[in-house]
């Protein structure tokens, strides 16, 4: 089936009546987990996982897709209203969202990031029709050395993230790296930083070190400090002050479209998701920006870049995952375990042998895509309103959320005193005006570069040389080597190739 | 004030009578509440899916609920240790695999014997391990795998989805077996494991069924061999390692344990509805689709198992030097 008739046949099955009620559920269930902070698409996905072993599995792919690109579109709302990301693929929306809802525009910041999610959405699912099978032939090669080189380029981004010095960032990144090696060593076996505790010998959970880091330490500076929250009531019922204005629009159209292609293309790369494309596209916008001074001060690019992004990143992943069948991030490998207990096993050729099933499930997420802008756009007033309560009430429901996201990963007390622990150095942070995304990232990437760099000098019984020796590697090192000495390279040249915005250097 | 203390005293001797009777008459009426299944890996995951797919006809024969519990960390050691130290009173029961059962006492320091601290229930389904290659490899079964190696002078990479492992452990005994030397390299899932097959990033890998199977029908790759005693109906046309002429049998297993103290007939009682449980039909196609051997051991048998297969593993970790100093 080439794709146009594909398409076609997945929306005649695509509109019936119990696939159509399923994407609408997943759609609203997956804005639900996205708008409230703690509960993220991996919670939302693993609730709902037992009733989708009662329906068939196309309609439960339908489903949790749904969830997975639902989440991408509602977790920016309470990045822009309260500074605490609903996902982790939001956080670099709180720099300018916040800020632009400080100043007033927090309808024009929400607008921009669901018409932005629309636009990355339909971009990463025309993408997922056409070149998927392209993609999965070119990826399939792909080894450690690839995704060494890969995982380096991701962290050296974090260096153009961070706001403060470039020996902060660094320093941070450090510091995500150690804590990214707490747990047995994936080669020898050998405990690391685990004080014989198997709590510890386990790693340590990710996702309640970030919601301790975003989330908890938000909180605590709401209390700490004198100024009363940040929602801006009056200013964001008011609906007319939803829409973008002319200004903001102009600056955001471009940023949207860059961010659609490049977060899909990033999307599909190991370990990717939604989270590194936003964190990209927030890079390459505030790098390429004439007045990179606004960013984090309400920048709407800074907005509508990586909310597009981390949604056509959300589709590039379900590529990987629809066609090699390799789960990149924890959303997929859930999904991936619900194709198996079904008896589909996905490959290369799940759309030669079961055209049903996947060309049903990418008809959908069209659908989906609308579904949500709806849900999204004239709605935004109403899941809005789930952070309406007042201030006092707002900071005990963002903890119990917390909470609540962070022992339903593993239902572990542990990981809620890790998380309440790194609240605290979370917020000491904020105080000596330490970055946390280097931290964030290099957490993230630390594991995945320590394993490859060594998976890869096994197979090159040592020699360093695999990593130039393969192309995509060796482009990928080079462009590594570009972002890490390109300021000293402008420093020789005595003049700026780019302009370097707030890194200072 | 005095009328209130009574009232409470009350309470608590009425409590305390309640709990007495309740232990007494606990075995004829088990189970009397739902009961909780504690799985060792994380939701999603095979071992995971292969309880949740039991509990259901279990809870059905039993005429209570299980509720599977999924406690995770420590490779499945936390898990493990939370159902060893559990009440005895057959209200929470550990799914086990072999990794916490039989590997991981000797890979690190753990607070639960494997043997001591747990009655064996049942052994209910078998986890096989294949080896796979790529497609195109000059190479069709294991023994011309091995011959070609040799002939070549070349020690081949091979994936699993972690040291210590099951996968790795059973390699290590290949390579004795076939007396051909062999580079592991770990990788953090089987079916990482196996796109770096396909991929041509290592010359094989050691993984399971279900990860393999898809790759194999779909001709991007090609199952060397099967470690089990005997084919698996899913891929009837893969000869076991043993066919080949290579002396080895190895793979993992699921089975059910209860603290050590629950009382004889509570155990029978659950062993019993487990092997009913496993006639269960949508169960046994379930099995067969995603390659899930239904294999039945009864306590004892389970038990001895476990401790033959300790012992063998201490043997190879010890000698291998495999445990982390």
Redesign the interface.
Known sequence: MDPIHGLLYGLSRAVEPQILILAFLGCFWGTMVGVLPGIGPVAGI?IL??FT?GIDLTSAMVMMAGIYYGAMYGGSTTSILVAVPGETSSIVTIFDGHQMAKQGRAGAALALSAIGSFVAGTVGILGLTFLAPPLAELA?????PEYFALALVGLSMSSFLSNASLAKGLAMAVVGLIIGTVG????????RFTF?S??L??GLEIVSILIGLYGISEVMEMMASKIRPQIQHEKLWNLHRLLPNREEWRLSIWPIIRGSFMGFFVGALPGAGGTVPSFISYAMEKRISKTPERFGKGAPEGVAGPESANNSGAVGAMVVLLT????YNVVT??M???M??H?I?????LMA?SPDFFWTVVASMYIGNFMLLILNLPLIGAWASLLRLPYRWMTVFIVLFCIIGVYSI???S?DLLLMALFGGIGYLMKRVDLPAAPLALAMVLGPIME?SLI?SL??SDGSPFIFVTRPFAAGSMALFFLLMFLPLIQKKLGRRIAPVGEVEV | MKKNQHRVLLGILSLVFIAAFGSQSQAASYPARDVTMIITWGAGGTSDLSCRQLADPLGKILGKSIIPLNVVGGSGAIGMNQGAHARPDGYTLTFCTSGPTVIQPWMQKVTYNPVKDFIPVAQVFGEYLVVVAKADAPYKNLKEMVDYFKKAGKAPKFATPGAGSNNHLSMVLMSKATGLAMTHVPFSSSAEGVNAVIGGNVDFASTEPPSAVGPYKEGRATILAILSAQRLDLIKDIPTVKEQGIDLVFGGWNGILAPKGTPKDIIDKLAEAAKKALENESLIKNSATVGRPIEFLSGPEFGERIKRELARNGEIIKAEGLAPK
Not at chain 1, 140 to 144: D, E, Q
Not at chain 1, 345 to 349: C, H
């Open positions: 693993t996982m037992p072993f399939i090669g792909f080894g450690p047995l060593d994936i080669i020898s076996g050998a405990p014989n198997m709590e010998a386990g090699l069948g390799l789960p490998a859930v991936l375990s619900a198996i207990a008896g096993f996905p490959s290369p050729l042998r593993e239902y572990r542990f394993k998976q096994i197979m």
